[in-house]
T-cell receptor, first 117, second 106 residues
Framework: DAGVIQSPRHEVTEMGQEVTLRCKPI?????LFWYRQTMMRGLELLIY????????DSGMPEDRFSAKMPNASFSTLKIQPSEPRDSAVYFC???????????????FGQGTRLTVV | DAKTTQPNSMESNEEEPVHLPCNHS???????IHWYRQLPSQGPEYVIH???SNVNNRMASLAIAEDRKSSTLILHRATLRDAAVYYC???????FGTGTRLQVFP
């Protein structure tokens, strides 16, 4: 397996534009997580899915952020409209079952570096 | 919610052992403790996890206190490639704290 795949790796956009980040989890993993990382706030959990269903989106900062998982092999994180303070590295991770310690290693993608100017 | 506490930073010389502490005083009896690390410009990667017993793998060892209120990640011989931010977390929600930034000097 190629691991968790995120695209694009880098995104530069103008304030007010819509941004869509994409993630392909590892096949067979039931859980998918979206994170945002900045120097000031560290690694923040935004939302996670179990079997394509959003379980906890309490970390999503504003209504401008939305995430979907239409099937087991694809998820998107959308920001509309984007603002300069959204500039960060966004990570996607997948896990078989984080509550089952025998099978709970999570795998992270390489991240998408978003710059909003 | 069970939180973890780690020192912000630690330093080591190459080839020396490193002991990275973590306090998790509110952890429940069935919660595993997981450790991840994040190398520069990469996503976090899994290091090791345990419940009550000490654990060893090819990357590190994990020593868990008898009362389970703390644990220590042990790198037996630090290398320059071990320079990273190390996080101890509860695995169910994969919520990361600020971690410990480890610097390794040649």
């Amino acid at each position: 397996d190629a691991g968790v795949i995120q695209s694009p790796r880098h995104e530069v956009t103008e304030m007010g534009q819509e941004v869509t980040l994409r993630c392909k989890p590892i096949s067979g993993h039931d859980y998918l997580f979206w994170y945002r990382q900045t120097m000031m706030r560290g690694l923040e959990l935004l939302i996670y899915f179990n079997n394509n269903v959003p379980i906890d989106d309490s970390g999503m900062p504003e209504d401008r952020f939305s995430a979907k998982m239409p099937n087991a092999s694809f998820s998107t994180l959308k920001i509309q409209p984007s603002e300069p303070r959204d500039s960060a590295v966004y990570f996607c991770a997948s896990s078989p079952n984080p509550s089952d310690a025998s099978d709970s290693e999570a795998f992270f993608g390489q991240g998408t570096r978003l710059t909003v100017v | 919610d069970a939180k973890t506490t780690q020192p912000n930073s630690m330093e080591s010389n190459e080839e020396e052992p490193v002991h990275l502490p973590c306090n998790h005083s509110t952890i429940s009896g069935t919660d595993y403790i997981h450790w991840y690390r994040q190398l520069p410009s990469q996503g976090p990667e899994y290091v090791i996890h345990g419940l009550t017993s000490n654990v060893n793998n090819r990357m590190a060892s994990l020593a868990i206190a008898e009362d389970r209120k703390s644990s220590t990640l042990i790198l037996h011989r630090a290398t320059l490639r071990d320079a990273a931010v190390y996080y101890c977390i509860r695995p169910d929600k994969l919520i990361f704290g600020t971690g410990t930034r480890l610097q390794v000097f040649p």
